[in-house]
């Protein structure tokens, strides 16, 4: 299976790291503070988490975006973005928590123009985290995590994985339409739905 690169290490990421060790999919999760801060996330994760640098994370197959939107700006010289997968968790939240006026444009759109060719799938950023981190499978139900994307081929490899952790995935189509409705200010943001 794919080692899979998480940028950020905050519940979010946490969150979404503990599915995939879950079903045994490696995890290499970095932050910004360096390897040595990563000490008591790595043992809380346990076997299959291991702590990396930015860099590192960067340089997986995919790569899963769990930090503060205004960061991903940092990233563009990190690796060579073109034509690798990478899912963007992020919510255009500004420091202090003010959600960014964006005009026409979408907040994944702005991702994707700081990771330019990357083939971006935007997902899982619509549950909080302490709903996230919870078994997917509820009696008949499975939680709904809702995906958006440009790259059909990416999309159906996102869709599969999400699928795999035990969610139901709902595509809700391109980025430009679909990310719309579950960013911040989106129609889905915060909700927290079951298929049956």
């Known amino acids: 299976m794919k080692t899979i690169g ?3 290490a905050g519940h979010i990421a946490q969150a979404v790291a503990g599915h995939l060790l879950k079903n045994n999919i490696p995890v290499l999760i970095s932050n910004s503070r360096g390897i040595e801060s990563l000490e008591p996330v790595i ?3 346990g076997k299959g988490a291991k702590a990396a640098t930015t860099e590192q994370a960067a340089a997986a197959e995919i790569v899963i975006l ?3 939107w205004w960061e991903v700006k940092n990233l563009s010289g990190l690796t060579e973005w073109k034509g690798k997968i990478v899912i963007d968790i992020t919510n255009e939240f500004l420091p202090g928590g003010k959600i960014a006026d964006l005009g026409e444009k979408t907040a994944s759109g702005i991702v994707l123009e700081q990771l330019a060719g990357a083939r971006l799938i935007k997902a899982f950023n619509t549950l909080y985290a302490t709903i996230l981190v919870a078994d997917p499978l509820i009696g ?3 939680r709904i995590v809702f995906v958006a994307g440009d790259d059909e081929g990416a999309k159906a490899e996102i869709v599969e994985l999400i699928g795999r952790l035990g969610f139901a995935p709902v595509d809700l189509g391109t980025l430009a339409a679909g990310s719309r409705l579950i960013e911040a200010k989106g129609v ?3 909700t927290n739905l079951l298929k049956l």
């Open 140 to 142: 008949q139900g499975r």
């Open 43 to 45: 043992s809380k994760l």
């Open 188 to 190: 889905f943001s915060g």
């Open 66 to 68: 769990a930090l503060p």
């Open 6 to 8: 998480i940028i950020g």
